[in-house]
Structure formats: C-alpha cells, structure tokens
C-alpha cells in the first residue's frame, strides 16, 4: 500500500520561502510520477508541478514557474516543492499524489490520472 506523507508547509510571510517534502513508505519514487497540487479555500483543485520517476523529466504550471521548482532525491525516496517568492495567493493545501504510468505532459496536469494521495500540508502566506 502506497502512504504518502507531505511535510513542510507553515506560516510564511510575502516574499518568503518553504520546501515542502513528500515522503513515499510504500513505493520507490523512482519508478512512479509524483505531483504536487493545490487547494484553495473556495477553488478547485490547482496542478502544481510534476516530475518523473527518474528525475529527468519536470512540468511545472505556467502559474509558478519561476517561483516553485519539483525535484527529488531518489535515495531518499523523497520529492521536494522549493518554493521562492511566495504571494499570499499561494495559500493552499499542498498535496502530493503519485501515479503510474508513462511520462507524458498531457497527463501529468490533470489530478484524475494519480493514483494515490497524500493527506496535504497547509501553506499560508501573510501579507
């Protein structure tokens, strides 16, 4: 079974930084998708960024491309969100998801492709 645990978010000030990390206990990320997506209060559901099993591949939002980086240490079985920058727009419920499959950037957007989910880690950004 897949458990998924998201770690790393708190209370930030604008301009701020936080690195959030996804811990993988029950699969190696280095065969598996990992995404990071988002929640606003009132909002759906946001895709973050996406990166590949082996780490070669990325794809982050056009949203916060600049700001958010997804990377990972395979060692670790551990995928990280750097986050740079951060607006109090950023607010959300942080959560990482994992799916199986093969990379493809038409797929990677959309939270119905993961498999499995973690239980989120809340992000806020003050003003």
């Known amino acids: 079974q897949v458990q998924l645990v998201e770690s790393g978010g708190g209370l930030v000030q604008a301009g701020g930084s936080l690195r959030l990390s996804c811990a993988n206990s029950g699969r190696t990320f280095s065969t598996d998708i990992t995404g990071w997506f988002r929640q606003a209060p009132g909002k759906e559901r946001e895709f973050v960024a996406a990166i590949s099993g082996s780490g070669g591949n990325t794809y982050s939002a056009e949203s916060v491309k600049g700001r958010l980086a997804i990377s990972k240490d395979n060692a670790k079985n551990t995928v990280y969100l750097q986050m740079n920058s951060l607006k109090p727009s950023d607010t959300a419920v942080y959560y990482c998801?994992?799916?199986?499959?093969?990379?493809?950037?038409?797929?990677?957007?959309?939270?119905?492709?993961?498999?499995?989910w973690g239980m989120g880690t809340q992000v806020t950004v003050s003003s």
């Open positions: 998801a994992v799916r199986q499959g093969s990379w493809s950037t038409i797929a990677v957007p959309w939270s119905y492709n993961y498999h499995y």
